[in-house]
């Protein structure tokens, strides 16, 4: 994949935290029980584009003996002893090569894997409950010409996509929060990496795009990580901007998408009022990490 920026304005500091807590959390270290591609949008008539470890893990040291410094030793003694590759210290480069019958070929293995894949709401973040509807089963919506998204029907190299939807309610403190998580399963590799190259040439051509229903992404700004930095996936691209409603927003929009081998991760939130970056990047990074590890376990 060419890397791509879209507009002239530098990298935010947002950005650069993104990439810190996605590369950060490589697959193998997270929570077995953890288990759109784009779309934390408010129940638009499309959704846009195609319908882990705890990022927290190695911020209070990882030497096994639970006092947070971070010895780099598992055996307690704080030693720092150096036989071995200390826990929870990150791979060089991502590894990890699906079992070849594992990868789906039929749409049935297919949605075997893409809703197999998902999270459940109260495992990704605290107080995050199903929005309505819940799940998009089947679901893919393109970008037209003149910037608008509409629904279709899979494309001949997409074998299944999922989605599920999901709301952390508004509060005294904050408005609400909407986000999407979306797993889809190609035909190919190069399926796979065309999805990636779509979502960059989409936020360069359309900045700013309607969703229906009175919604709309606006100055939006993509670009793809350094491969040699994701350790978690064979290749992501993430997308910000803001996103504005009937009656609300402008709000933070993110999004990133991720590609392991043929299948294809997504996760958008979209924030609300009292919700800052800092707090929606690392829900967005901790959603990723997490179905990225869900994905690495249907494929092993």
């Given at each position: 994949m060419?890397?791509?920026?879209?507009?002239?304005?530098?990298?935010?500091a947002l950005c650069a935290a993104a990439l810190l807590l996605l590369v950060g959390c490589g697959g193998g270290g997270a929570d077995p029980d953890g288990e759109e591609r784009r779309g934390a949008e408010e129940s638009p008539p499309a959704e846009k584009g195609s319908a882990g470890p705890d990022a927290n893990a190695g911020e209070?040291?990882?030497?096994g003996n639970g006092d947070g410094n971070g010895?780099?030793?598992?055996?307690?003694d704080g030693n720092g002893d150096d036989d071995g590759e200390a826990i929870g210290e990150l791979p060089d480069a991502y590894t990890f090569t699906p079992n070849p019958e594992r990868v789906p070929t039929t749409a049935e293995r297919a949605r075997e894997l893409t809703s197999g894949a998902q999270l459940e709401p109260d495992i990704w973040w605290p107080g995050l409950g199903p929005d309505d509807p819940y799940e998009v089963p089947g679901g893919w919506s393109v970008l037209a010409d003149d910037c608008s998204w509409s629904s279709t029907g899979l494309p001949a190299t997409v074998l299944d996509s999922f989605t599920r939807r999901y709301l952390l309610p508004e509060s005294d403190a904050a408005g609400e929060v909407r986000a999407t998580v979306t797993v889809s399963?190609?035909?190919s590799e190069e399926d796979a990496d065309a999805e990636l190259d779509d979502a960059l040439q989409e936020s360069f051509r359309c900045p700013e795009q309607e969703l229906g229903a009175g919604q709309r992404l606006?100055?939006?700004m993509a670009m793809e990580y350094p491969e040699e930095e994701v350790l978690n996936a064979n290749a992501?691209?993430?997308?910000?901007?803001?996103?504005?409603?009937?009656?609300?927003?402008?709000?933070?929009?993110?999004?990133?998408?991720?590609?392991?081998?043929?299948v294809t991760a997504a996760v958008a939130v979209r924030g609300g009022a009292g919700h800052d970056d800092n707090e929606l990047t690392r829900m967005a990074a901790e959603g990723m990490?997490?179905?990225?590890?869900?994905?690495?376990?249907?494929?092993?």
């Open positions: 060419a890397q791509g920026w879209n507009g002239p304005r530098a990298v935010p209070g040291g990882s030497d010895d780099g030793d598992s055996n307690g399963a190609h035909a606006s100055g939006l992501s691209v993430f997308e910000m901007g803001e996103w504005t409603g009937p009656d609300a927003g402008p709000y933070t929009h993110l999004w990133v998408t991720s590609r392991i081998g043929t990490a997490r179905v990225l590890y869900a994905i690495e376990l249907e494929l092993t």
